[in-house]
């Protein structure tokens, strides 16, 4: 089992630049793909990406690619979600995860953040 904690979210307008921060707790941390996903009110939490443990292999949604970054340093325990262009329909509740694998389903992850507020004002 690992801790994570989210950080970095806030208000920004649209086209701005946020990065998000994922803290894992645990010596293990290396052994877990990280993914983030999003949440609006009312509807079903969404794949937003994910990186290997590695780090060498990313996935993306089809919503965010070319604009968001994924990358890890597994030396500080950390992950990160670099948005760039950032749009108001990108506002939403940003959750880490951790598993034994990238998967689009949040029902494959046993570790999760607290989340953090993104809101993209238009």
């Known amino acids: 089992q690992v801790q994570l904690a989210e950080s970095g979210g806030g208000l920004v307008q649209a086209g701005g630049s946020l990065r998000l921060s994922c803290a894992a707790s645990g010596r293990t941390f290396s052994t877990y793909a990280v993914a983030w996903f999003r949440q609006v009110a009312g509807k079903e939490r969404e794949f937003v990406g994910g990186?290997?443990?590695?780090?060498?292999?990313?996935g993306y949604a089809d919503s965010v690619k070319g604009r968001f970054t994924i990358s890890r340093d597994n030396a500080k325990n950390t992950v990160y979600l670099q948005m760039n262009s950032l749009k108001p329909e990108d506002t939403a509740v940003y959750y880490c995860?951790?598993?034994?694998?990238?998967?689009?389903?949040?029902?494959?992850?046993?570790?999760w953040g607290q989340g953090t507020q993104v809101t993209v004002s238009s």
């Open positions: 990186i290997s443990r590695s780090g060498d292999s990313t």
């Open positions: 995860a951790a598993g034994p694998r990238v998967v689009t389903g949040q029902y494959g992850y046993d570790d």
